[in-house]
């Protein structure tokens, strides 16, 4: 499998550039493994914010709000009963939950290999000679995203993210930024554009080559 090749400029070239076949041309029987490292990477980034209080911890409720017996209602000891309004919440999130998904690690290759599998069937991966800005302002940055002439979320993938790159992608919404060893399925599957350095290509090989 070949992708489109670009220049560091960002300008279209002739040539195109050759594919790993055991990366981005993997067999592909269902999608349920690619769907799992999808939600786990999601579940991975949960903040468990989710708080209630139980009984005990709602403030108030320290006499009862009517006498035991003579009122014609229910007996009760606290207005922070569960079943009052206002009361204490049961089985609530406690804050302690546990919403990590684990895969290991062979799994979590062969799972990116697929994703960048129907990546490439789609057309979206793309090779550029080098990734590189001699600021660190988004101008730049601008520049080169327009030469590409792609729309959408566009995914770079780089050996190694330099300062310039970070600092200048900051202010564009349209741009994400990947090293190929933090690469994950979520960011493959939301890019619309893939564009990935030769050198990162190389370390993509070495990461994702050998299971």
Do not use: C
């Not at 209080?53 to 006499?63: P, Q």
């Not at 007996?75 to 895969?103: A, C, D, H, Q």
């Not at 060893?181 to 493959?188: A, P």
């Amino acid at each position: 499998m070949n992708a489109q090749t670009y220049s560091s400029a960002g300008v279209k070239t002739s040539s195109s550039t050759s594919l790993a076949k055991d990366i981005f041309a993997v067999e592909i029987k269902n999608h349920e493994l690619v769907k799992s490292a999808y939600n786990g990477y999601l579940a991975n980034g949960r903040v468990n914010l989710a708080v209630t209080k139980t009984r005990g911890l709602v403030r108030g409720g320290g006499r009862k709000p009517w006498r035991q017996k003579g009122t014609g209602n229910a007996r009760f000891g606290s207005i922070r009963n569960p079943i009052w309004r206002g009361g204490g919440i049961v089985f609530g999130p406690t804050g302690n939950e546990n919403y990590t998904k684990k895969l290991n690690v062979k799994a979590k290759k062969l799972a990116l290999k697929q994703a960048l599998t129907i990546a490439a069937n789609d057309s979206k991966v793309k090779v550029i000679e080098d990734i590189k800005l001699k600021t660190h302002k988004t101008s730049e940055l601008k520049k080169l995203v327009t030469k590409l002439a792609v729309e959408g979320l566009i995914l770079l993938v780089v050996d190694k993210i330099s300062k310039e790159l970070s600092l200048a992608s900051n202010n564009m919404p349209n741009i994400m930024l990947s090293q190929t060893s933090s690469l994950n399925v979520y960011d493959v599957l939301n890019a619309d554009n893939i564009f990935i350095s030769k050198s990162a290509l190389k370390e993509l090989d070495i990461r994702l080559g050998a299971q």
